[in-house]
């Protein structure tokens, strides 16, 4: 059993724990931060084995490529397979179209059935009929129900009746010896006469005759059921007199017993007598259905059983009693017959054994009929109507006869003429002594078919009306004797009456005749008939009465009442043979007379009948006999020369088919071709030769109804002849021939002609008959598409090439979606693949040439097999074909571009899903088909929105300048360098390329399925060339030649296109061999590389997760909206899908909360143009319209097709990236990995972890960033820093992620990123990752907000992998981890508490922010607090700090209106003058953008080009806090306005413009031009302002200041913290030194407060606790030397600046100060949290690093600032005098034992040279030499600057700089001069001082005791 068990499992693909086997996906922000893999605690790892490594770690540090490879290709899915566009089942990429697929053979529509049971009829009357016994009690007499159900809201019957005979077989005893004879004139017929009739007579087969007597149970079918449908009982006994008297025992029932004995007794005496004539006695009723639905109401029971009422017999009386009865007022009234009816009404169970049709016809499954009983279906009466007509799918040749009304009240012949029964019998002659036909069908205990029935009789009445039914199974051929005789009896119900004197009176006395002839001019007579009476019954009575007209003939018959129609009768047909219609009727007469001599053409008869045809305007008509219908036209067609019957013949068939489609029938239709149709030929006529003639005669008439008609419902007519075709060949044994001589030169021509009759057509008609048209263009697509299976291939081309070419770059957006809708069909063939030749275009060779011609010029592929090139079209022509055309549908609108797309990406899509190409070879062959799709990719590269999408820069290479929809000329030549000339056509040479490649392309695809070969070995004239020469007279716009001639476009591709594009793309290189690839990328140029790159990147951004919350929501929101427009009825009319797609488009494009956000983050669960067109989301919409629904099943598979998906797409990329770097190797490791290519391969690495990928993505990136750290260490630990630190960056982020997974993933690689810098310095240090890992933890802490629980359990996971890591455990690797994750904690630890202070402006400012960041759930009250701020930063001064203030309010407002869509509904206003370059837009975020789009919309980051601390208003929360909040841009204007006051007051007038310009745009839209005017002023006052202040250098923008605190005590957690102070201009040391000492003197107390004196590191452990420290420092912006470059101007220098230095001297001794030759100094760089000026004083220093300068090396960084210094002086163009000769003065006049001469005294002289290295020395010397030369240079420029007064001043420097060229002479050895040349020498060196001074604006640090 646990065998069975498990090898049910495997079957199944189930897991036995119940979990699916499949690839999950988890979000990265909905994991709740459970462990998932757990590493050793701190604990438990002293305690692991000296010798364990760690088993993560073990497992990280063994795995190779391939194993990672390998570990990422397993479970891997079909891209195409999770896209929401793309179908997702496979039978919507087979080559039938979908209505082929639904196509059925004609079968009944689905009507409901219900099961009717007959159980019993018990009367409240009852005895025991055998006087020996008392049992068993049963009814005293026989009783008979008849069944069947009525509609009463339309008063009409809606089946036939059902027989059913309840009685007990004692009971049924009581009538067995009654005659069942009628006597015929008085007359016995002869025993044995018989007749011809028994030959033709209907026979039972399949099942004994005696199964059927007593039938109990049947089935009642209704096709339109509702509530007003009810099954009537009508209940009938032997006839014993009137009703009254017969019901009175059952009524008045005082002794039951005598009264029982007393009836039973007369009641015997009835039935021996009169047991087969009946009388009306009860009736009954019951409802069948609940609703409309068809559910069947089993609860209910019968009503009473109501007593019949004698002069409301008929079925229109019953009717009435029924509706009086369902009223409650009048049920009471009616008399009621104790007793009661159980007969259950039940569902119809699933195969139902031993049913028989209504024609007694076994249905299966048939068994055993001795333990099954049998079940009749009854006859439904279905409306005469289109809605429930349907082709007849069974043989039935039945009529029903109801006798209506006998008018017996006025005839005088007959006597005694009351108690009447009307006895039916269908004969075929009038001759005497004819038996009747044994045809009836019997009642039950009778013979199946009887030669008569009896109806029932009322006592005493001579006007009778009946309700009985005659049902007689027709004979199959009906001739104008066959009729109907009806015989009227009187009975004799007098039996008890004391006979003994009079003569005995006979029981039955014929008391006249009348008979109904069937057939009248070969129709079937149906209707209702009134008919005379006769007498008597002579021989050929059929000629004595017209029965139609009622006209009687003389003769020696006698007519009762003279002549008078006293009997009415009604017939019902339900015939498969016979049609009630005069015109099918004639039609049938006329095509049966003609099969009667087929030698003989269709003459002008059936022309009258086929115009007869036309005149039928109810389709249903024609419907039931469609089959026989369609088939004699097509023989009419075939079989007629005559021009006119074959227009006529094809006018019927369009007039059928085009009313069938209106009336939605066009199932049947369809269902005729595929199952019925069956091809004729006459004399070499063939339907489908005779049918495309006819349909070129009919589009070429005047008619235009006519000619919308064909086209319109051209498909039908294509498939015929498509069929005809198939069967043809196989007819006539054709299918081995070659293609090209299967079918005749004439019919190409006539195929050739009509596909160019309708090309014609859907071109010029489109817009009259849009509807029209596009049918004909997708049916003849479909025609052309099957013509590949039977014609010759090269034909098939030409046809697919001449109806291409009829369209053109001009056309409509209509005729663009006919085209493709066209190649999508085409495209569509099941051979599609092998047609197109799937293996490279050079080894195709070209057909014309010989073998020896290949040998001497063997095919070059010189381009890029992504080129489209006209060869690869030429020699892959479908494919080609269809690329070239998207190519150009790229350079039209938006609508048409998605339509191309759509039909591209299906179409890949279907062949990813093809199983005939599902192994990987030969996927790689087919993505080879499509990759010139990745040369169109890179051609469209400056179309998409890359700025918008990436958070970065993003640069290709071939970026468009433009955003506007222009088109360039010298532009078109370079962009479209991947679309090459393919021509619009193509000769001979494609299609014997096609042909003489067949087998090479069978063969490479491996295509078993191909049962015939590919293309003939020659091919018929082209339709084309056809064509061409039309085209050369007419006037019409060609297609142009290549891409190349076409007109670019600059408008961007929207982000449904972009992801179409791309995915297609990454489908292309998922599949696509490696060899193909890399060869690839080796022939492509460094800018194509490039472009690869972007587009990889642009993949993982389209495709990112957006998360589990986020997924839910927008499924909501869009379920939402649906739903509302369909309830409010807002969506009506043709354009509905339209409108829904603008309410979704709409809400694709909101952010998270339903607001604006950038495209990126749309919903990708919907993201075609056309929303609801998405089958996935209709799936869904719908699911949420149901009764009940899983929402959270419903959830779930959304959220896991995002999260596959974006799964997939990062492993694809992963693919790509690892293929790359395994090939490109040496070129990724030029200049020791530092090289452009790298950086590229690097970004898109670290890509990953900047978007949202789900934990299995994220697993397998981390694991290629293992490898891709190990194979390129070089570029993370030498050279320049910046790939190390943005990848500690990045990974640091996700130690924080809430996956405890992904955390320990995360942790995993930065530790081995650790170990592998450790291990490239040969086991030194990790100096590298440590550094930029604290730098990422400083930048991490203001921007990711790390610190918290997850982040320290990262930490503890790298000391685990350090503590267990055997390989490094005798190294200091481990003890440096652990130093930097304690150096990381302390920095987290090191948070502010802020306390309320009102004297300390810095401290309170600082409480402010505070409270301004917890209300960033309401932005009012963050601007309240934020503007509270601003007022103390003016009320202290500090008006930068004020002026910031109000830029973060501006960014706030603007942010939050951003996510409200204020600028949603803004349409752009375009200028009539554009400007033809971007480059000013490009340089300046804040300009208005060229659609006329403030930038405002962009939020906060509009004013990041300001400052970068406006970063902070993006953390806004969208709560609701936002709700009330009432800002607009008049607001955000004020705000701006009041930040502009306050940069003119705090000098910062080069921010005034960048402040200004947006608002411009705000008012450039209000057309407010006096306020234009004054902006634009005051733009110009500033700069006229900063050239001023630049030129005069009078401008000071403060003094920076550390400032650190010492005292737990008494500052906290403020203590030991720094922060850097921005104080006023020129505010000295002492200023602030007392400002904060009063402050915390006020605060602490005087006596608690201590300055400390000097700058150098303090050790608070050397501190008294006892004292609150503060210690300050005087600082300096600090640069290096690429922001030096960047920074020119002094405002440039002293905005938006984080980094401060200061230098500290000390001498080894421990003094401060000492001699040149023990001096030392200690360098410090501090890094600032937020950049000044900010909306704070004070700033912390969150990073700072020393370097510590030696005496030498203190010399020469002097000297080399002092050479700096004096240079720049010297070359700059305006020289400041005074400065010049101060540092002159400095240089050349100092005391003996001060100044430069100092240091080389100490230095070089040679006593001294040799305490200290050679090198440095040396480099001394050589400053000294530079410096001499620039004193001399500063000499010279003085000397001639100065004016006379200073000459004496001049002179005295000159002797003082000789003095010490002579001593530096002496000094070292060496003639020191002044020479120029030596000069430039020495400036062209100057970087060398550059780069030991290592920053040249460093000062010297001061402290108080300075």
Not at 503 to 530: C, F, I
Not at 1588 to 1616: I, P
Not at 1816 to 1839: D, M, P, S, T, W
Request: charged share 25%.
């Amino acid at each position: 059993m646990d065998e069975w068990i498990s090898t049910l499992n495997k079957i199944l693909q189930i897991n036995p724990d119940g979990h699916t086997q499949e690839r999950k996906s988890v979000d990265l922000t909905d994991v709740k931060p459970e462990s998932i893999m757990n590493p050793v605690s701190p604990s438990e790892s002293t305690s692991s084995a000296d010798d364990q490594l760690h088993p993560e770690l073990a497992k990280y540090i063994a795995e190779t490529e391939e194993a990672v490879k390998d570990k990422r290709s397993e479970n891997r899915l079909n891209l195409f397979s999770l896209d929401p566009d793309v179908p997702a089942s496979k039978s919507h990429y087979s080559d039938f179209s979908k209505n082929d697929v639904l196509v059925k053979p004609f079968e009944e529509k689905v009507r409901r059935r219900i099961l009717i049971s007959c159980n019993s009829l018990n009367m409240l009357l009852q005895t025991c009929i055998i006087d020996s016994t008392t049992e068993p009690i049963t009814n005293i007499e026989p009783f008979f129900v008849n069944l069947a159900l009525f509609d009463i809201r339309d008063f009409r019957k809606v089946s036939a009746d059902f027989h059913v005979d309840l009685n007990h077989d004692l009971v049924r005893q009581m009538i067995s010896g009654c005659s069942e004879s009628v006597v015929e004139n008085g007359v016995e017929p002869a025993a044995n006469c018989t007749t011809e009739n028994s030959l033709t007579d209907p026979q039972i087969k399949g099942f004994p005759e005696e199964w059927l007597h007593y039938p109990k149970q049947a089935l009642f079918s209704v096709t339109n059921p509702h509530v007003d449908i009810v099954l009537v009982a009508r209940i009938e006994k032997v006839l014993m007199g009137s009703i009254t008297s017969s019901a009175e025992p059952y009524i008045k029932n005082s002794d039951s017993n005598k009264t029982a004995q007393k009836t039973l007794k007369s009641n015997k005496q009835f039935c021996s007598k009169l047991g087969k004539y009946r009388m009306p006695f009860a009736w009954a009723v019951r409802p069948v259905f609940k609703d409309t639905l068809g559910t069947v109401d089993r609860e209910s029971r019968f009503s009473p059983l109501f007593k019949q009422e004698q002069s409301k017999i008929s079925t229109e009386d019953l009717l009435k009693l029924i509706a009086e009865y369902r009223r409650a007022e009048k049920a009471n009234k009616m008399q009621i017959i104790p007793g009661s009816l159980e007969i259950k009404v039940d569902f119809v169970p699933m195969d139902h054994p031993n049913c028989l049709t209504s024609s007694y016809i076994p249905v299966k499954p048939f068994k055993d009929t001795e333990q099954h009983l049998p079940t009749i279906e009854v006859e439904e009466f279905v409306q005469d109507s289109t809605q429930f007509s349907q082709p007849y799918t069974m043989y039935k040749n039945h009529i029903y006869i109801y006798p209506k009304h006998l008018k017996y009240d006025g005839q005088k012949y007959f006597a005694k003429a009351r108690n009447i029964a009307v006895c039916t019998e269908f004969k075929d002659t009038d001759v005497e002594g004819a038996r009747p036909i044994k045809c009836i069908y019997g009642k039950p205990g009778g013979s199946v078919f009887t030669t008569e029935a009896i109806t029932l009789v009322l006592h005493h009445s001579q006007n009778p009306d009946f309700y009985d039914e005659v049902k007689i199974e027709l004979p199959t051929q009906l001739h104008e004797k066959h009729h109907l005789l009806f015989s009227f009896y009187h009975v004799t119900c007098d039996i008890n009456a004391k006979g003994t004197v009079k003569k005995k009176e006979p029981l039955e006395t014929a008391v006249g005749y009348a008979w109904l002839p069937l057939m009248k001019d070969g129709r079937l007579m149906s209707q209702e008939n009134h008919i005379p009476v006769a007498a008597n019954l002579p021989p050929g009575y059929l000629q004595f009465l017209d029965a139609g007209a009622g006209k009687q003939c003389g003769g020696d018959i006698k007519w009762l009442d003279c002549g008078k129609s006293l009997f009415r009768v009604c017939a019902h047909v339900v015939s498969t043979v016979y049609s009630q219609d005069p015109y099918l009727n004639t039609f049938f007469q006329k095509c049966q007379k003609r099969d009667g001599d087929i030698t003989k053409c269709p003459s002008a008869s059936v022309l009258a009948g086929l115009k007869g045809l036309l005149a039928i305007e109810k389709i249903h008509v024609i419907t039931r006999f469609l089959p026989v219908v369609l088939n004699q036209l097509f023989r009419i067609l075939v079989q007629s020369d005559d021009e006119e019957v074959s227009t006529e013949t094809s006018r019927v068939l369009v007039h059928i088919v085009a009313k069938c489609n209106e009336e939605n029938l066009d199932h049947y239709i369809q269902s005729y071709v595929k199952f019925v149709f069956k091809t004729e030929m006459s004399l070499e006529r063939t339907v489908h030769e005779e049918l495309a003639k006819s349909m070129n005669s009919l589009l070429k008439t005047n008619d235009i109804q006519l000619v919308k008609r064909v086209l319109k419902h051209f498909r039908f007519f294509f498939e015929i002849i498509i069929k005809s075709m198939a069967q043809h060949l196989v007819d006539m044994d054709k299918l081995q021939l070659p293609r090209n001589e299967r079918f005749p030169q004439s019919y190409q021509s006539e195929v050739d002609t009509l596909i160019l009759t309708v090309s014609d057509h859907v071109i010029w008609k489109v817009r009259e008959a849009p509807e029209e048209t596009r049918s004909a263009n997708q049916s003849l697509a479909l025609f052309i598409k099957r013509c590949f299976t039977f014609m010759d291939r090269g034909f098939v081309l030409t046809l697919i090439s001449s109806y291409v070419n009829m369209f053109g770059p001009g056309d409509c957006k209509t005729l663009f979606a006919f085209k493709f809708e066209f190649l999508r069909e085409v495209c569509n063939y099941e051979h599609f693949i092998p047609l197109c030749l799937p293996m490279p275009s050079a080894k195709i060779p070209d057909p014309d040439s010989t073998e020896s011609d290949l040998a001497e010029n063997p095919p070059v592929a010189d381009l890029q097999e992504y080129t489209l090139t006209n060869e690869f079209c030429r020699k892959h022509y479908l494919v080609g074909l269809l690329l070239r055309e998207v190519g150009l549908a790229l350079q039209e609108d938006q609508d048409i571009r998605h339509l191309a797309l759509g039909v591209l990406k299906n179409l890949m899509a279907k062949h990813s899903f093809d199983d005939r190409y599902s192994e990987k070879s030969k996927q790689a062959k087919v993505a080879e088909l499509y990759f010139p799709l990745y040369g169109m990719l890179l051609d469209n590269m400056h179309r998409i929105f890359l700025k918008e999408i990436f958070p970065f820069s993003l640069t290709p290479s071939n970026q468009g300048s433009r955003d506007d929809l222009s088109s360039g000329g010298s532009q078109n030549n370079t962009n479209m360098k991947h679309a090459s000339s393919v021509d619009a056509s193509f000769s001979k040479d494609v299609l014997n390329s096609i042909a003489a490649f067949s087998s090479v392309a069978l063969s490479t695809a491996s295509h078993e399925e191909s049962r015939v070969s590919l293309a003939s070995t020659e091919s018929n004239p082209s339709a084309a060339e056809k064509s061409s020469e039309k085209n050369d007279v007419c006037e019409k716009v060609t297609r142009p030649l290549s891409l190349i001639g076409s007109a670019l476009r600059y408008d961007k591709l929207d982000q449904d296109e972009t992801r179409t594009l791309i995915m297609c793309f990454l489908h292309i290189m998922k599949t696509i061999s490696e060899d193909t690839l890399v060869s690839c990328w080796l022939k492509a140029p460094n800018s194509e590389i490039s472009d690869f790159y972007n587009i990889l990147e642009l993949c993982l951004q389209h495709f990112r997760y957006l998360g589990k919350k986020n997924i839910v929501k927008k499924i909501a929101a869009a379920v939402k909206i649906v739903q509302s427009t369909q309830n409010n009825s807002t969506l009506k009319g043709p354009s509905t899908s339209s409108q829904l797609s603008g309410l979704l488009a709409q809400w694709a494009h909101a952010g998270h909360d339903g607001q604006r956000y950038s495209r990126s983050q749309t919903m990708p669960i919907i993201r075609s143009k056309n929303a609801l067109s998405n089958p996935k989301l209709l799936q869904m919409i719908e699911g949420t319209t149901g009764i009940s629904v899983n929402n959270a099943e419903m959830e779930t598979l959304h959220i896991d097709l995002e999260a596959n998906i974006a799964t997939e797409v990062c492993l694809t990329v992963l693919d790509i990236l690892g293929l790359f770097t395994q090939n490109h190797q040496k070129p990724l490791q030029q200049y020791e990995c530092q090289n452009s290519l790298m950086k590229k391969v690097f970004d898109t690495y670290l890509l990953f972890s900047q978007v949202n990928q789900s934990e299995t993505a994220l697993r397998h990136v981390f694991a290629s960033l293992r490898l891709f750290v190990n194979k390129f260490p070089s570029a993370f630990f030498q050279g320049p820093a910046d790939l190390c630190g943005a990848f500690c960056y990045e990974i640091l982020k996700c130690c924080n992620h809430r996956s405890s997974s992904t955390q320990s993933e995360a942790s995993a690689l930065l530790y081995f990123f650790m170990r592998r810098n450790f291990e490239y310095t040969r086991h030194t240090s990790m100096v590298r990752s440590h550094l930029q890992l604290i730098k990422a933890v400083s930048q991490l802490i203001a921007d990711a907000g790390i610190g918290g629980s997850r982040f320290q359990h990262s930490l503890t996971i790298i000391n685990n992998f350090a503590n267990g890591d055997v390989h490094m455990k005798n190294t200091l690797f481990p003890v440096e981890v652990k130093d930097l994750t304690k150096r990381i904690r302390t920095v987290l630890m090191a948070t502010a508490q802020m306390k309320e202070h009102e004297k300390d402006p810095e401290m309170l400012v600082d409480l402010q922010y505070s409270l301004a960041n917890s209300y960033a759930s309401t932005p009012e009250l963050r601007r309240t607090w934020l503007e509270s701020m601003a007022k103390i930063h003016v009320r202290n001064g500090d008006l930068s700090e004020a002026a910031m203030c109000y830029i973060h309010i501006a960014a706030l407002i603007a942010e939050y209106l951003k996510r409200k869509g204020y600028w949603k509904t803004e349409k752009p206003r375009t200028s009539s003058m554009r400007m033809d370059e971007d480059a000013v837009f490009a340089n300046n975020q804040l300009l208005t953008t060229q659609d006329g789009v403030c930038s405002f919309s962009m939020g906060w980051r509009a004013f990041t080009i300001i400052t970068p601390n406006v970063i902070e208003e993006g953390a806004m929360k969208e709560d609701s806090g936002m709700q009330d909040t009432p800002y607009n841009t008049d607001i955000l204007v004020e705000q701006l306005t009041l930040c502009v006051d306050y940069l003119w007051k705090s000098e910062r007038h080069e921010l005034i413009a960048d402040v200004n310009k947006p608002i411009i745009a705000v008012f450039e839209k209000k057309r407010d031009f006096r306020r234009l005017s004054e902006l634009y002023y005051d733009i110009h006052r500033s700069y006229l302002k900063v050239t001023e202040v630049v030129n005069s250098e009078k401008r000071f923008f403060g003094r920076y200041y550390r400032v650190a605190f010492y005292g737990q005590g008494f500052f906290e957690e403020e203590e030991g913290k720094e922060y850097i102070y921005k104080e006023p201009k020129l505010t000295g040391l002492s200023e602030i030194s007392q400002r904060l000492q009063k402050i915390y003197s006020d605060k602490f107390g005087a006596e608690n407060v201590k300055l400390i004196q000097d700058s150098n590191k303090v050790n608070p452990k050397d501190l008294d606790p006892k004292f609150a420290y503060i210690q300050v420092t005087y600082v300096m912006p600090y640069f290096d030397e690429k922001e030096l470059q960047e920074r020119v101007t002094d405002f440039e220098r002293h905005h938006n600046i984080k980094h401060f230095v200061f230098e500290s001297p000390f001498t080894l001794s421990g003094k401060k100060h000492g001699g040149v030759e023990e001096q030392c100094k200690r360098r410090t760089v501090l890094t600032t949290s937020h950049t000044f000026p900010y909306v704070k004083k004070r700033i912390e220093v969150v990073n700072q690093t020393s370097t510590e300068l030696n005496p030498i090396e203190v010399a020469i960084d002097e000297m080399s600032k002092k050479v700096s210094e004096l240079n720049e002086l010297c070359t700059v163009d305006e020289v400041d005098m005074i400065r010049l000769q101060l540092k002159l003065h400095g240089s050349v006049s100092t005391k003996v034992n001060a100044g430069p001469m100092a240091y080389a005294r100490a230095f070089i002289e040679e006593k001294n040279a040799k305490k200290y290295p050679d090198n440095q020395v040396k480099l001394v010397k050589e400053i000294f030499r530079q410096f001499a030369q620039v004193c001399g240079q500063a000499l010279e420029l003085n000397g001639r600057l100065i004016k006379q007064d200073q000459l004496e001043y001049q002179e005295e420097m000159k002797s003082h700089y000789r003095d010490m060229l002579s001593e530096l002479s002496s000094i070292m050895n060496e003639q020191i001069t002044y020479r120029e040349d030596f000069l430039r020498q020495g400036l062209e060196r100057q970087h060398i001082f550059q780069a030991i001074s290592k920053q040249n604006t460093s000062v010297q640090g001061t402290s108080i005791a300075e």
